[in-house]
């Protein structure tokens, strides 16, 4: 499956922004979705993750409480909605797709996209 990042962009610090993932095929209701951001000279850090039926979201100490995991399998996307957001959020944000349950760990995702910028300026 090949996945699609758009939405990034650059705001400010208390801003929203809605980052979409669009996938091709019809097999993306199998997988699980996350979200992962690297920033400059940082490795890889985890953001989130949704289950195959959606009824289950995981989140990264740093986001939690501020962005919002969610797909629309009819749609074949999905979603990460950031709010209240802060200068340490600026990185290259990706989706990627997985099998198991949890994952949240590069190594268990297999499909990603080619990321979208975020700049969050203060």
């Known amino acids: 499956v090949q996945l699609v990042e758009s939405g990034g962009g650059l705001v400010q610090a208390g801003d929203s922004l809605r980052l979409s993932c669009a996938t091709s095929?019809?097999?993306?209701?199998?997988?699980?979705l996350g979200w992962f951001r690297q920033a400059p000279g940082k490795e890889r850090e985890f953001v989130a993750t949704?289950?195959?039926?959606?009824?289950?979201?995981y989140y990264g100490d740093s986001v939690k409480g501020r962005f919002t995991i969610s797909r629309d399998n009819a749609k074949n996307t999905g979603y990460l909605q950031m709010n209240s957001l802060k200068p340490e959020d600026t990185a290259v944000y990706y989706c990627?797709?997985?099998?198991?349950?949890?994952?949240?760990?590069?190594?268990?995702?297999?499909?990603w996209g080619q990321g979208t910028q975020v700049t969050v300026s203060s």
């Open positions: 949704i289950t195959w039926s959606a009824d289950t979201t």
């Open positions: 095929g019809r097999t993306f209701s199998r997988y699980v």
């Open positions: 990627a797709t997985a099998s198991r349950w949890p994952a949240t760990h590069t190594s268990e995702y297999y499909n």
